[in-house]
């Protein structure tokens, strides 16, 4: 039988494609546009500024991860590279890396044939694909992180998987979400097989358990005792969050993130509204077609799957329904997790596409996604922060 050769069509393709967008857009974005990408308004340049102070009380808002990061890459490579080319290069790699893990996690779920095309679609991801990475954000850091968890935990390298979740907890609190929830899945197997025979093997052992919860929830508590001993307050962090992302910025005391963006905003505000409703409906449908599969779990990798599955839409929506008009837009910014579970459930959720127009439907979203980027990142630098 013929060796196969290996062909590096799609993956130079990727990269080129990933650069020339990534590059493009930025030197559009500066010279044309003339956006200020460390905008006193913008986190960016707040990152930047407790770079700086890396050594100081972080901010409840910013764990100090990616401070940290920016800070040691500054130290070695400040004299060549810029405050705004050391975060850049920070969020393309992780960028790519998240879109790289598409691959593997398309091989284990059996349609390795369309790594390549998840790859596209997680870097074109409508609006946010890549625009967060550009105007460099820690978006790409923490869903590479989070990516790169599960697709460990389904490989049964639980430890491993609980280690990159903590560091994930360093970096953004929507780590602080997801970390706890992720556990319920080894947790439960383990409390199933806890009464198992010791002559049948277990999913997982005990001291896997321990040292992946440990390595999840240390960073957490280490952050809080750190932060409890400056403020003399064992809640000032989580009530400095709920206050600036939770509580009502308007008149109204619930869903102010809806009714809020709607008035006094404009065509902007109902555009905005709009992009979200999408993402609640692509959040809800995916919910509702997991919550129906009356397939039973083989093993505890489909357990995990369909866990996460819930999982990911669930919080999505809980961001919806909870944060205030001045951080709605995160719900679309971390809504590339979803698409972990329309790979892992890419059969039940578009069983309804025939499978010779599936290739076809998801090139024609991948060119219109990188699109709405474009018309994305003019409204940033045009309307947004120049207002």
């Not at 770079?51 to 100090?64: C, D, Q, R, V």
């Not at 998240?98 to 609006?127: D, K, N, S, T, V």
């Not at 970390?179 to 198992?196: H, I, Q, Y």
């Not at 509702?288 to 799957?305: E, F, G, K, Q, S």
């Amino acid at each position: 039988m013929p060796i196969r050769k290996r062909s590096y069509a799609l993956p130079a393709l990727f990269l080129a494609v990933c650069f020339f967008f990534f590059t493009g857009l930025t030197q559009w974005m500066s010279a044309v546009w003339k956006f200020d990408f460390f905008n006193p308004n913008g986190d960016v340049y707040t990152y930047w500024k407790e770079s700086l102070t890396w050594g100081l009380p972080f901010h409840p808002h910013h764990p100090p991860g990616y401070p940290w990061l920016i800070a040691a890459l500054h130290t070695v490579a400040g004299a060549w590279l810029g405050p705004l080319q050391i975060m850049q290069a920070f969020s393309f790699l992780f960028l790519l890396g998240g879109a790289l893990l598409m691959i593997p996690l398309c091989r284990q779920e059996g349609i390795a044939h369309r790594g390549w095309a998840m790859a596209f679609l997680y870097i074109a991801w409508p609006f946010v694909g890549s625009l967060y990475a550009i105007f460099p954000q820690i978006d790409a850091i923490v869903l590479f992180l989070l990516i790169l968890s599960v697709l460990l935990a389904m490989r049964s390298r639980w430890v491993a998987s609980g280690a990159v979740l903590g560091v994930a907890t360093l970096m953004h609190p929507v780590a602080w979400i997801f970390a706890p929830l992720l556990l319920l899945v080894p947790w439960a197997v383990w409390v199933r097989e806890k009464n198992r025979p010791p002559s049948i093997p277990r999913d997982i052992d005990t001291k896997q358990l321990l040292a992946m919860t440990a390595l999840t929830i240390a960073p957490m508590v280490l952050l809080w005792i750190w932060q409890t001993v400056v403020t003399k307050d064992p809640l000032w962090t989580i009530a400095s969050i709920v206050q600036a992302q939770v509580v009502s910025q308007g008149s109204l005391p619930i869903l102010d993130g809806w009714i809020g963006t709607l008035m006094g905003r404009g065509f902007s505000g109902w555009a905005k509204v709009g992009i979200l409703s999408l993402v609640v409906l692509t959040a809800v449908y995916i919910l509702v077609r997991v919550l129906t599969d009356r397939t039973a779990p083989r093993n505890i990798r489909d357990l995990y799957r369909k866990v996460v599955s819930i999982l990911i839409p669930t919080v999505v929506l809980g961001m919806a329904v909870t944060l205030n008009q001045h951080e709605i837009w995160a719900v679309v910014r971390f809504s590339k997790i979803l698409i972990l579970p329309l790979i892992l459930y890419r059969d039940r959720l578009f069983g309804f596409v025939p499978r010779r127009l599936r290739m076809p439907v998801l090139g024609i979203l991948i060119g219109l996604s990188f699109l709405t980027q474009v018309i994305y990142a003019w409204y940033m630098a045009n309307v947004f922060f120049s207002a």
